[in-house]
């Protein structure tokens, strides 16, 4: 029986669920340049201790500590929402329920990771932490977790969006952290990019070469991911966790679990808990991964060993990749321009637990307006690809007579990216 504990609320769970024990198999480890599993001496370059532990520990249950806990107090449990409008609307037998991420400040689930990742740097007494954005979620949610734990914050936004999303900057830096275009001329990595193109675009995968090329150089910093690594994923295991319990409370069990996948973080977070259960012989899900056209990871990318930036900088991963030079086009949900996934998203796809599948950006945005106007809540544009989905496979019911009980993942609310819905 999991624990849960009644402060900030009976479902605000106390450990997070590590999938990795309840496997068939393992993704092969992260390997260096010359093939062979990277030590934790590389690890420990870039990373607080207590990552570290987090990104190896093969125990089913890793507790929360207090002082993340009363964090996540502030805006957890999200909530989980019967879409009893939308289903109305679609005329479908089917039921469909989100799980909201989009209630605390910064907007998205990647609070539930920053948290944690800003408090393992301040208990290691590192002073500053450097970090990659794409749409600037990322960067937001950091800047207010390294606020709460007295951290300084430096971060490479990818240029597109640091263009598009002016906002997002003046979020982070009212939080009081920095912020570069990437590519920068503050690295040797992003000075290459610039010198072939003033003008470069950027990608996830420069900004990260960026920000992991300055933390090599000094001591008292470290780097912080945002999505892709077990650790990551075993903190957002509480999306999932939670919604077992919500669900139960409603008296129902989901057949479908629908996420958008850019690094893979938020829909792990979703899924996991409920592989578990389908793993142990408690439950059968179909699970499905929305990526965007432009960007097919898992739909056209290959699985094979792969950097995780552009530059070589970081250790390789077993990953389904788009090649580490890829850069996608500048699309709305900058949270999805990845070139790689998840290695535990990417070996969960290989053995057949995940069907992904690809959207464009034109289905995904008009299902965020529909969404909209029926739900009243507006959605980030990387979860419009969940929306959509969901919308597909309840349309799908209708037809069928299929009594489908679908849960998506509402990653984000998109009042900071409302640009994406101007010129459409
Ligand atoms: C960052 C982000 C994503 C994509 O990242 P994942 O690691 O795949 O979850 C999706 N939705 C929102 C709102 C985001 O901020």
């Given at each position: 029986?999991r624990?849960?504990s009644?402060?900030?609320?009976?479902?605000?769970?106390?450990?997070?669920?590590?999938i990795?024990?309840?496997?068939?198999?393992?993704?092969?480890?992260p390997?260096?340049?010359?093939?062979?599993?990277?030590g934790?001496?590389v690890l420990?370059?870039?990373f607080?201790s207590?990552?570290?532990?987090h990104?190896?520990?093969m125990e089913p249950?890793v507790p929360i500590?207090?002082?993340?806990?009363?964090?996540?107090?502030?805006?957890?449990p999200s909530?989980l929402?019967r879409?009893?409008?939308?289903?109305?609307?679609l005329?479908?037998p089917?039921?469909?329920?989100?799980?909201?991420?989009?209630?605390?400040p910064?907007?998205?689930?990647?609070s539930?990771?920053?948290?944690?990742?800003?408090?393992?740097a301040?208990?290691?007494?590192?002073s500053r932490?450097?970090?990659?954005?794409?749409?600037g979620?990322w960067?937001?949610?950091l800047?207010?977790?390294?606020?709460?734990?007295?951290?300084?914050l430096?971060?490479?936004m990818?240029?597109?969006?640091y263009?598009?999303k002016?906002l997002?900057k003046?979020f982070?830096?009212?939080?009081?952290g920095?912020?570069?275009?990437?590519?920068?001329k503050?690295?040797?990595?992003?000075?290459s990019?610039l010198?072939?193109d003033p003008?470069?675009?950027g990608?996830?995968?420069?900004a990260?070469?960026?920000?992991?090329?300055?933390?090599?150089?000094?001591?008292?910093?470290?780097?912080?991911?945002?999505?892709?690594?077990?650790?990551?994923?075993?903190?957002?295991s509480?999306?999932?966790?939670?919604?077992?319990?919500?669900?139960e409370?409603?008296?129902?069990?989901?057949?479908?679990i629908?996420g958008?996948?850019?690094?893979?973080?938020?829909?792990?977070?979703?899924?996991?808990?409920?592989?578990e259960?389908?793993?142990t012989?408690?439950a059968?899900?179909?699970?499905?991964?929305?990526?965007?056209?432009?960007?097919?990871?898992l739909t056209?990318?290959?699985?094979?060993?792969?950097?995780?930036?552009?530059?070589?900088?970081?250790?390789?991963?077993m990953?389904y990749?788009?090649?580490?030079?890829?850069?996608?086009?500048?699309?709305?949900a900058?949270?999805l321009?990845y070139?790689g996934?998840?290695?535990?998203?990417?070996?969960?796809?290989?053995?057949?637990?995940?069907?992904?599948?690809a959207?464009t950006?034109?289905?995904?945005?008009?299902?965020g307006?529909?969404?909209?106007?029926?739900?009243?809540?507006?959605?980030?544009?990387?979860?419009?690809?969940?929306i959509?989905?969901?919308?597909?496979s309840?349309i799908?019911?209708?037809?069928?007579?299929?009594?489908?009980?679908i849960?998506f993942?509402?990653?984000?609310h998109?009042?900071?990216d409302?640009?994406?819905y101007?010129?459409?």
């Open positions: 029986m624990r849960f009644s402060r900030g609320g009976a479902l605000l769970p106390t450990e997070y669920t590590n990795k024990p309840f496997l068939p198999s393992l993704p092969p480890p390997v260096g340049t010359d093939g062979s599993p990277v934790p001496e420990s370059a870039l607080p207590g990552m570290i532990q990104e190896i520990t249950r500590s207090d002082q993340v806990r009363d964090a996540y107090k502030v805006y957890r909530p929402i879409a009893v409008e939308l289903e109305r609307v005329d479908t089917a039921h469909i329920y989100y799980k909201y991420e989009g209630t605390n910064a907007g998205s689930h990647k539930n990771t920053a948290l944690p990742q800003a408090y393992f301040a208990k290691d007494g590192i932490i450097t970090t990659e954005t794409g749409a979620q960067g937001s949610a800047s207010q977790a390294c606020n709460r734990f007295g951290l300084d430096d971060v490479f990818v240029r597109a969006s263009l598009q002016p997002r003046t982070i830096n009212m939080h009081g920095k912020v570069y275009a990437s590519p920068s503050l690295t040797e990595s992003g000075g990019f010198e072939k003008e470069h675009p990608s996830l995968g420069i990260i070469s960026e920000a992991v090329e300055v933390v090599l150089a000094e001591k008292r910093s470290c780097y912080s991911l945002g999505s892709v690594s077990d650790a990551v994923c075993l903190h957002q509480i999306i999932g966790q939670e919604s077992i319990l919500q669900m409370e409603m008296g129902e069990y989901p057949t479908e629908i958008c996948v850019g690094g893979g973080s938020n829909f792990a977070g979703i899924a996991f808990p409920f592989i259960q389908v793993l012989g408690n059968e899900i179909k699970f499905t991964a929305v990526e965007p056209t432009v960007c097919p990871t056209e990318g290959k699985l094979k060993y792969d950097f995780g930036d552009a530059s070589g900088l970081t250790p390789k991963y990953m990749t788009l090649g580490a030079g890829f850069v996608p086009p500048p699309i709305h900058g949270g321009r070139h996934m998840a290695p535990l998203v990417s070996h969960l796809v290989k053995l057949g637990m995940i069907d992904p599948i959207y950006q034109e289905k995904v945005l008009e299902a307006k529909k969404f909209t106007l029926i739900e009243g809540i507006l959605p980030a544009p990387e979860s419009t690809h969940a959509a989905a969901a919308i597909d309840a799908d019911a209708r037809r069928s007579g299929e009594e489908k009980i849960l993942n509402l990653s984000g998109g009042y900071l409302l640009a994406a101007e010129n459409d």
